[in-house]
């Protein structure tokens, strides 16, 4: 199965912590992204990372891949209560199919 | 964003009913996806479409069907529901961002089989 598994399953931190969540996977990829979703809403897209990548940003938010070691890993700077969600990674392998992982929920407390 | 929307959006229906699920788009994308979301499973991918009647099965396919007769619209079929079908499903569509595919997703329909 090509699936994801993000670690931890859940995570608490204060406002203003940085929040790190990690996705580790079998297969090879062409690309892993990161979406969010808030409770009882759809999911949107974060950030993409292809796999001749090795870190991108965007905002607050810095994507790690290491092809290796078939991990990447989302970091959030200085959360806010509004980042409190879930985070998914997704891979898509070299046909058009996009599987994800089990996810990771985060709570930020104000 | 591609103009994406999904009917209905909440829907309980009896077990052995037919339900069909619709996906629509206004942006000419060739790729439809439709997923299910479960506590503690995540998203997976019931089935998927690269085009007019082109399509394909995803990991958990069993029990439903697709239909894409016009681009712009990816019906998914439940034959005869079952209260294992009692989920939210999410349609997303797949457009060329110039350097990567993006996905977006629809709002979700949430199915209750009773």
């Known amino acids: 199965s090509q699936q994801g598994e993000e670690d931890p399953q859940a995570l608490s931190i204060q406002e203003g912590e940085n929040a790190t969540m990690n996705c580790s996977y079998k297969t090879s990829i062409n690309n892993l992204q990161w979406y969010r979703q808030n409770s009882g809403r759809g999911l949107v897209h974060l950030i993409l990372i292809r796999s001749n990548e090795r870190e991108k940003h965007s905002g607050r938010l810095r994507v790690t891949l290491d092809t290796s070691k078939k991990s990447s890993s989302l970091l959030i700077t200085a959360s806010r209560a509004a980042d409190t969600a879930s985070y998914f990674c997704?891979?898509?392998?070299?046909?058009?199919?996009?599987?994800f992982g089990k996810g990771t929920l985060l709570t930020v407390n104000p | 964003d591609a103009g994406i929307t999904q009917s209905p959006r909440h829907k309980v229906t009896e077990t052995g009913t037919p339900v069909t699920l619709r996906c629509h788009q206004t942006e000419n994308h060739r790729y439809m996806y439709w997923y299910r979301q479960d506590p503690g499973h995540g998203l997976r991918l019931i089935h998927y479409?690269?085009?007019?009647?082109?399509?394909d099965k995803g990991e958990v396919s069993d029990g439903y069907s697709v239909s894409r007769s016009k681009t712009e619209d990816f019906l998914l079929t439940l034959e005869s529901a079952t209260s294992s079908q009692t989920s939210v499903y999410f349609c997303?569509?797949?457009?060329?961002?110039?350097?990567?595919?993006?996905?977006?997703f629809g709002s979700g329909t949430r199915l209750t089989v009773v």
């Open positions: 997303a569509i797949s457009e060329w961002t110039g350097i990567n595919y993006g996905y977006t």
């Open positions: 997704a891979l898509r392998g070299s046909n058009y199919k996009l599987t």
């Open positions: 479409s690269y085009g007019v009647k082109d399509t």
